[in-house]
């Protein structure tokens, strides 16, 4: 395999799958972290507001994911924290900012940040054939938006239905395109448990780890055309600070990325009386918002330092 080949693969998995460490076989270094966030981007409405935020820690005892719901509320800022990158980008500091804010909500450093916009997101699922997902539970979604279609009056139609389309997924083992799986993640209307923030947080999780089985097969990373593609991708559509120097130990991290147990968690607890978060019935924002319990993000530091250093992640949960 090329160097150049070899590179690509290293940027794709380290965008689309958190395994990459940029320091993982440096004696010094014993962890990295890094957050990737997904917005709606260009055509859509809000398109540099947060929808999907994941914080990964790579360590050499493993890695582990944590969806962060995007409604916590952050009040230095007096903000959501979806908000962050848009109102960072203003002042060219949009990841910076991001960092900044959730490395102080999890009480941890994050050493570096990858955007992902919705376009790219479908182009990526597609280019490795799409994805393989066992979808937990049936559910429907009638109001999912289609973009474009947010400022239609729709015929004078009180409900605005045009602007909406009716989703469903049989629960079970399902084929995803790149449109599909953003359906998938994105909903967050779906009638019952689905409807959720934190289901739908569970739902890109189950995304993230079909795409890294589809990255890790010789059928993908032995394809130079498909490889090349992806490197078109990454190039042209994916904000990072990463760095290119950084490529010899993502070669390290790669040779044994399969044997490395990979963890999944969704920072919530919102039903639950020992939880993290909780809903306050009123906020002086006026806004839907999520606060962490004890009016300090204190517990949060704790759960999220017990993942990262414990192998028994279950005794972490709350």
Not at 15 to 26: E, K, M, P, R
Not at 181 to 204: C, H, I, M, P, Y
Request: glycine residues 8%; hydrophobic residues 40%.
């Amino acid at each position: 395999m090329s160097l150049w080949v070899a590179t690509t693969l290293f940027l794709l998995v380290f965008v689309l799958t958190a395994l990459t460490s940029i320091f993982y076989f440096t004696p010094d270094i014993n962890q990295v972290n890094l957050v990737i966030l997904g917005i709606s981007g260009p055509g859509h409405e809000g398109s540099a507001l947060t929808d999907t935020i994941i914080f990964s820690s790579i360590s050499k005892k493993g890695t582990i994911l944590l969806s962060v719901p995007r409604d916590i509320w952050y009040p230095p800022l007096k903000t959501k924290i979806n908000t962050l990158y848009y109102y960072g980008e203003k002042k060219g500091k949009g990841l910076e900012l991001t960092k900044e804010v959730l490395g102080e909500i999890l009480g941890q450093k994050i050493d570096y940040g990858i955007v992902v916009d919705f376009n790219t997101f479908e182009k990526i699922v597609d280019l490795v054939g799409g994805i393989d997902v066992n979808v937990q539970r049936p559910f429907d979604d009638f109001h999912y938006p289609i973009a474009g279609k947010e400022d239609d009056l729709c015929s004078g139609d009180p409900e605005y239905r045009c602007r909406y389309e009716p989703l469903h997924f049989d629960a079970g083992l399902q084929h995803m395109n790149g449109e599909t799986a953003l359906k998938f993640v994105r909903s967050r209307n779906a009638e019952g448990d689905e409807g959720t923030d934190f289901a739908r947080s569970a739902r890109q999780e189950k995304v993230i780890s079909a795409l890294k089985q589809k990255f890790l097969t010789p059928a993908f990373f032995l394809d130079k055309e498909k490889l090349l593609e992806f490197w078109k991708i990454f190039d042209r559509q994916v904000e990072t600070d990463y760095e290119g120097q950084q490529i010899r130990p993502l070669l390290k991290m790669l040779l044994v990325s399969r044997a490395r147990k990979m963890s999944s968690f969704v920072l919530d607890g919102l039903e639950d009386k020992n939880g993290l978060l909780y809903h306050p019935a009123q906020h002086s924002s006026g806004q839907w918002v999520l606060l962490p319990k004890d009016d300090n993000f204190g517990r949060i530091h704790q759960f999220v330092q017990c993942l990262i250093s414990r192998e028994d992640k279950a005794s972490c949960i709350p």
